[in-house]
């Protein structure tokens, strides 16, 4: 119990409510406005079970998505989000092991030859993303980032282009993390990143598959349509489904965290109970 409640703070009680307004905002923003096979809705969560721990990461996935579905009117709420609340809590909990094991630690002026390695997984990671990630998604051939709903409203029209903005500038941030600061610290973080949405497509497959039928309101509903064309059953779409987006998704989630936490300051971060242990000051 000691180990649990050293993890709970000020500042993660503080910071927990306002993880769950970004995960909130973030995931409904792609979900009603975006035409790409991510979520972005558990971005504070990892924020959290980075700074804080597994159990504060845990709980902050659990209540964003309880929230979600059963407190805020529309057009915030999303009656898709509860049933997946296990999937948010176990995205928290694996997130903040892997910071108590050093994933998310910069590592930078890394040798050449583990960069370079680190650099091949960094790079077939994101090369499977793109080709059996993004480009199946856009089976028309038509590159579009903005899907034609026309309810979305012009706040969330707003925020996704400030959303593509932010992903153009994370995959530049990569590459300068990775071979200008010769960071093999984004390869961690890939890795933990490619683990964690695994696990996540295993678990949500068959919430999404008997719960929903495969149909989850989010631009991810065309590859299961696809894969079901394709001969696919229907539990079986959902898990290929699963297992292209909720990598890229995670992937994606993870460095986004990792580069914010390059930009906080050192001791903010160190004020926090995993922070310290987090980015690697106690090794100092």
Same mark, same amino acid.
């Given at each position: 119990?000691?180990?649990?409640?050293?993890? =709970?703070?000020?500042?993660?009680?503080?910071?927990?409510?306002? #993880?769950?307004?970004?995960?909130?905002?973030?995931?409904?923003?792609? #979900?009603?406005?975006?035409?790409?096979? *991510?979520?972005?809705?558990s971005i504070g969560?990892?924020?959290?079970?980075? &700074? #804080?721990?597994?159990?504060?990461?845990? &709980?902050?996935? /659990?209540? $964003?998505?309880?929230?979600?579905?059963?407190?805020?009117?529309?057009?915030?709420?999303?009656?898709y989000a509860a049933p997946f609340a296990i999937v948010?809590?176990?995205?928290? /909990?694996?997130?903040? &092991?892997?910071?108590?094991?050093?994933?998310f630690r910069s590592r930078p002026l890394t040798p050449w030859p583990q960069l370079i390695m680190g650099g091949a997984i960094v790079g077939a990671i994101i090369l499977v993303i793109g080709i059996w990630g993004f480009l199946p998604f856009y089976t028309d051939g038509t590159f579009t980032f903005f899907s034609d709903n026309p309810d979305a409203s012009p =706040? =969330?029209?707003?925020?996704?282009?400030?959303?593509?903005?932010? /992903?153009?500038?994370?995959?530049?941030?990569? =590459?300068?993390?990775?071979?200008?600061?010769?960071?093999?610290?984004? $390869?961690y973080v890939f890795v933990a990143g490619?683990?964690?949405? *695994?696990?996540?497509?295993i678990i949500s497959a068959p919430i999404s598959a008997v719960v929903f039928g495969g149909v989850t309101g989010s631009g991810t509903d065309l590859l299961v349509a696809a894969f079901q064309q394709g001969g696919s059953d229907l539990q079986t779409a959902v898990l290929q489904q699963g297992l292209i987006s909720d990598p890229i998704d995670k992937t994606i989630t993870f460095f986004v965290v990792f580069v914010l936490l390059q930009t906080l300051s050192r001791r903010f971060v160190a004020r926090f109970p995993q922070g310290e242990r987090a980015i690697g000051l106690e090794d100092a």
């Open positions: 119990m000691s180990w649990v409640t050293s993890q =709970f703070d000020t500042r993660t009680i503080v910071l927990i409510p306002i #993880a769950i307004a970004i995960n909130i905002i973030l995931g409904q923003t792609v #979900a009603s406005v975006l035409k790409v096979p *991510i979520y972005l809705d969560t990892v924020l959290v079970a980075v &700074l #804080a721990g597994p159990i504060p990461g845990l &709980l902050t996935g /659990l209540l $964003a998505n309880l929230i979600w579905t059963y407190v805020l009117p529309p057009p915030l709420n999303s009656p948010a809590a176990e995205i928290g /909990l694996v997130a903040g &092991l892997f910071a108590m094991g050093g994933f =706040f =969330f029209t707003a925020l996704g282009w400030l959303i593509g903005i932010g /992903l153009v500038a994370a995959i530049v941030a990569l =590459f300068v993390l990775l071979f200008v600061r010769r960071d093999l610290g984004v $390869a490619l683990i964690t949405g *695994i696990i996540s497509a």
